[in-house]
């Protein structure tokens, strides 16, 4: 597979990633076949596992995700060297809800938990999962940083941002990546910010900060309704593709650092899913997409 270099100072990862949510929430599937997900990801040569610790079903789940990619990883028994699990604190599930928790102590004794689930020494990838508004993020960004000193996490990154907290952290610490929503559902990482401020998206390229595109085919309800898109199922007909391939194609296009990193619980799913990285659109077809507006209805 093609692949595009994760962020500052760390290495080049496939294009396309593997995002293990919906292996580990509600609806998740048996540990087998959860398991057989990942090396279908892994086969197709996805070398971007993404993860958090609240990818599980409540609170006293945490930690299920990361287990299970651990478990995966340990019996794939093809090469792995080059593939970068990426996980994340900052969140907490109480009664199946999600909830930002920032303090330092909290995401200190995250950390630690999910190196004892993930079964390694150093986190390649430790990314806030969300910012707590009217919190600091700069506060934030240091507890990141003495991690980082500590020798527990690689590269940091950060998840659900906007442009001026992608700045206010990295006076703190250096930032791999961002992980924002991405999808023509959901374009607001593409759109420019108060007062002139560039894109989300826009900025990472400019920094060249990888920025991970979550949801990339729209999340697990609207991702149903691509085969119904007029607009969508004529460029996949064109191109002998599926739907969903045509819409990663597109996310993928949105940005020299933007990697998709769609979930899927079917080896079908994944395998396509990682097959797009391979179909090119024309500009004409992603002016097309970029042009219409798809409900969320
Ligand atoms: N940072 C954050 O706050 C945040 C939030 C949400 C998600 N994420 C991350 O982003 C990842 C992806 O987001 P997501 O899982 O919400 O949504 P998504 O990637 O848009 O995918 C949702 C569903 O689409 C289906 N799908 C994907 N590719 C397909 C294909 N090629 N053909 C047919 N079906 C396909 C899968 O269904 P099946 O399951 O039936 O195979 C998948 O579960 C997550 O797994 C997680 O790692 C991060």
Request: proline share 7%; glycine share 10%; net charge neutral.
């Amino acid at each position: 597979m093609i692949t595009r270099l994760l962020g500052p100072g760390a290495p080049a990862v496939s294009a396309i990633g593997f995002g293990g949510m919906p292996l580990s929430i509600a609806g998740r599937p048996p540990e087998d076949r959860a398991i057989r997900a990942v090396h279908a990801a892994l086969e197709a040569g996805m070398t971007l596992i993404d993860t958090a610790d609240v990818y599980c079903l409540d609170d006293n789940d945490i930690g299920h995700n990361e287990r299970l990619i651990a478990k995966a990883l340990k019996q794939w028994t093809g090469n792995k060297e080059g593939i970068v699990v990426a996980t994340k604190g900052g969140l907490t599930r109480p009664g199946g809800s999600w909830e930002r928790v920032n303090d330092p102590a909290h995401l200190r004794k995250a950390c630690d938990r999910s190196l004892k689930a993930l079964g390694v020494e150093r986190i390649d990838l430790y990314q806030l999962h969300a910012p707590l508004p009217g919190s600091s993020i700069a506060e934030t960004a240091e507890v990141l940083a003495e991690l980082k000193t500590a020798g527990k996490i690689r590269w940091v990154g950060l998840s659900n941002v906007s442009v001026s907290e992608i700045e206010q952290a990295r006076k703190v610490v250096d930032v791999a990546t961002v992980q924002n929503r991405l999808s023509p559902f959901f374009r607001e990482s593409l759109e420019p910010g108060f007062l002139r401020e560039p894109s989300v998206v826009e900025h990472c390229r400019t920094q060249g900060v990888g920025f991970l595109a979550y949801s990339p085919v729209g999340g697990g309800r609207l991702n149903l309704k691509l085969p119904g898109l007029p607009v969508i199922a004529t460029i996949a007909k064109r191109h002998n593709a599926t739907p969903h391939s045509v819409v990663l194609a597109w996310v993928l296009a949105q940005g020299p650092t933007v990697i998709p990193i769609p979930g899927g619980r079917t080896v079908e799913h994944v395998k396509d899913a990682a097959g797009a990285a391979d179909l090119d659109l024309t500009p004409a077809e992603l002016e097309e997409i970029a042009k219409t507006q798809f409900s969320r209805a």
